[in-house]
């Protein structure tokens, strides 16, 4: 059974940043691709960034792109999303998500491939 744990969200002022962690098990890790998603209040799930299964190769939302970066650790079953420069806009329930197959597909930010899901951490972001 697929579990994937988040934490490390909280609430922070504008401009701040949080780092999200995601541990895994259950699965092999290490040939997951793996990605984040957040929801936020009325609105329908984004897809976040995406890494592919060694993390050589990551893509991301062209809202994030530059102030967000993921990355994995394979040894420990562990992924995580620096997040920098947070904005009000970027308040949401951020989720970890692991995918079937071992990179990102194009259809990644609507979540193509992704199959098991975490609980989810709270971001807030306060202006």
């Known amino acids: 059974q697929v579990q994937l744990v988040e934490s490390g969200g909280g609430l922070v002022e504008a401009g701040g940043s949080l780092r999200l962690s995601c541990t895994a098990s259950?699965?092999?890790?290490?040939?997951?691709?793996m990605g984040w998603f957040r929801q936020a209040a009325g609105k329908e799930r984004e897809g976040v960034a995406c890494?592919?299964?060694?993390?050589?190769?990551?893509y991301y939302a062209d809202s994030v792109k530059g102030r967000f970066a993921i990355s994995r650790d394979n040894a420990k079953n562990t992924l995580h999303l620096q997040m920098d420069s947070l904005q009000p806009e970027d308040t949401a329930m951020y989720y970890c998500?692991?995918?079937?197959?071992?990179?990102?597909?194009?259809?990644?930010?609507?979540?193509?491939?992704?199959?098991?899901w975490g609980q989810g951490t709270q971001v807030t972001v306060s202006s």
């Open positions: 998500a692991a995918s079937q197959l071992s990179v990102c597909l194009g259809t990644w930010s609507s979540a193509g491939g992704f199959g098991d």
């Open positions: 890494t592919i299964y060694n993390g050589d190769r990551s």
């Open positions: 259950g699965l092999t890790f290490g040939k997951s691709a």
